[in-house]
């Protein structure tokens, strides 16, 4: 998949079309998960993106990178919250998660400015 957040999330919802076809229990288990664990709960919703924006940081995943800045805007993170969870993960992860903070403000902006 691209890493150009404008291509990125288009093409992710095409694959996970194709997976609800294909595969539909894989996608309906990891989705009730998903909302469960993301939910309001002792944590806000803002808080647990900017988690996970960490961890992806700090293993490296693209995709994971580009989902939750977005998640973590759409939640009501500030550009600088999530540039600092960021770098949290960048702690974790050393100078190779380090490598992943331009893609982290390229989808900033890209959320910015074409509210992705």
Known sequence: MSTQPGEFFPEYREQLKKLKEEAPATLEGFNRFYRQ???EGVLDPKIKELITLGIGVAIHC???IMLHTR???K???SREEVLE???VGVVMGGGPAFTFLPLVIKTIEAV???QL
Do not use: Q, R, V
């Open 85 to 87: 969870a960021a770098a």
């Open 62 to 64: 693209e995709n994971c």
């Open 112 to 114: 910015e400015e074409k």
């Open 75 to 77: 939640a009501g993170a």
């Open 37 to 39: 664990i993301m939910s």
């Open 71 to 73: 998640g973590a805007l």
